[in-house]
């Protein structure tokens, strides 16, 4: 499974982005995803995942509520939907995906990933 994150940028405070990952294979559909972020000098660490049916997901509390995690199995791509962004957002922002159908909320609990998509919030 390949995993291609796209759709980041520089974006004021209180402004919105979505970021989006592909993946590749048949098998992806089945796979639950996460969403991470890391900026330089930090750990990743977790944003937000949703099962391989799209039916449960989970968000880390800095982002509940602003962040929106979402799935079409039909085009391979899960969104991330980031709105009322602020400064400390800024990170480059990775897909994973978890061979499982049950999502986790840390990294070694997933199998591939894929390369980051910078978000950049400017204050």
């Known amino acids: 499974v390949q995993l291609q994150a796209s759709g980041g940028g520089l974006v004021q405070a209180g402004g919105s982005l979505r970021v989006s990952c592909v993946g590749s294979?048949?098998?992806?559909?089945?796979?639950?995803v996460g969403w991470f972020r890391q900026v330089p000098g930090k750990e990743r660490e977790f944003v937000a995942a949703?099962?391989?049916?799209?039916?449960?997901?989970d968000y880390a509390d800095s982002v509940k509520g602003r962040f929106t995690i979402s799935r079409d199995n039909t085009k391979k791509t899960v969104y991330l939907q980031l709105n009322r962004l602020k400064s400390e957002d800024t990170a480059v922002y990775y897909c994973?995906?978890?061979?499982?159908?049950?999502?986790?909320?840390?990294?070694?609990?997933?199998?591939?990933w894929g390369h980051g998509t910078q978000v950049t919030v400017s204050s």
């Open positions: 949703i099962s391989w049916s799209g039916g449960s997901t």
């Open positions: 294979g048949r098998t992806f559909g089945t796979y639950a």
């Open positions: 994973a995906a978890s061979k499982g159908p049950v999502y986790g909320l840390r990294n070694y609990e997933y199998d591939y």
